[in-house]
């Protein structure tokens, strides 16, 4: 009975992976890859020539009972076309299937945008929730963010260059001008980790290119949210008394909190209607 190895390779650099993953590439008898012609130039970099078969978001249903034939009698290597299989990339199912048959199913640890964003961000990152790539859609995007907005911890996530800025937009609507690491192109020619707030990286990356992790602060330190609510309701409750007109009221709270416009908006409707 084979195994299935879940291998991590690299996330730019080829430099970046372990003997031992070089080692268990080269010894199993096939190796299921996201594009194979990516993990092709890995192979060839490295001199391996061991055999390939495409497993992939639209084929892995039909292909995951071909390779579970294949570990009966060999063993089996599972690698994605960057970072670790099944964080935000096809893998999942095999190794689901690969357990419920019974074979061994061994990881092979390696490179990850997600902890290596988190490494570089110096925020309190003791605790971070992964959500993978936002949604395409705003109303979606600004849904999930609100349903998050009472957490304290680190939110991570992945964005596209065509969708980054609509994201970062959508977030300080949402969760307010937050702290946060955006990571570029990590360990590839055009690495660039920026450090800032909302407001300042969507100055910066007026043109987005390349790959993007993104290191949302939990708010937790200094957070406008926690430290502008209380202050928020009474002063919509002074301006309500004065007369002035609920979107004067949202506005000039806003201003003065640095709390999203939609949650003012809320507190403004609870408070006063």
Not at 96 to 118: D, H, L, R, T, Y
Request: charged share 25%.
């Amino acid at each position: 009975m084979g195994s299935l190895y879940v291998i991590a390779t690299p996330i730019g650099n080829l430099e970046d992976i372990s003997i031992r993953a070089l080692n268990v590439l080269k010894s199993v008898e096939l190796i299921a890859a996201e594009d194979t012609r990516i993990t092709h130039r890995l192979l060839a970099h490295y001199k391996i020539d061991t055999k390939l078969i495409s497993y992939h978001e639209h084929s892995k249903l039909a292909k995951s009972k071909k390779l579970m034939n294949i570990l009966r009698d060999n063993d089996l290597a599972l690698v994605c076309d960057s970072g670790t299989p099944g964080l935000s990339d096809p893998g999942r199912e095999l190794v689901k299937m690969s357990q419920e048959e019974g074979f061994n199913v061994i990881p092979i640890p390696g490179p990850s945008s997600i902890v290596a964003g988190v490494s570089v961000s110096g925020l309190d990152t003791d605790k971070f929730l992964f959500v993978g790539f936002l949604p395409r859609k705003s109303s979606e995007r600004i849904k999930l963010f609100e349903k998050l907005l009472p957490s304290n911890i680190a939110l991570v996530f992945l964005e596209s260059p065509r969708r980054l800025r609509a994201s970062l937009s959508d977030l300080k609507k949402s969760l307010g001008d937050r702290k946060l690491t955006v990571c570029r192109e990590m360990t590839k020619v055009y690495e660039e980790i920026f450090v800032g707030t909302v407001t300042t990286a969507l100055e910066h990356f007026e043109e987005p290119r390349g790959e993007f992790t993104v290191i949302l602060d939990g708010g937790v330190e200094n957070s406008p949210i926690e430290l502008s609510e209380e202050n928020a309701r009474k002063m919509i409750l002074q301006l309500a008394a004065m007369g002035v007109s609920g979107r004067d009221s949202v506005e000039f709270v806003v201003s003065q909190t640095g709390l999203p416009k939609r949650k003012v908006y809320q507190m403004w409707q609870n408070d006063t209607m």
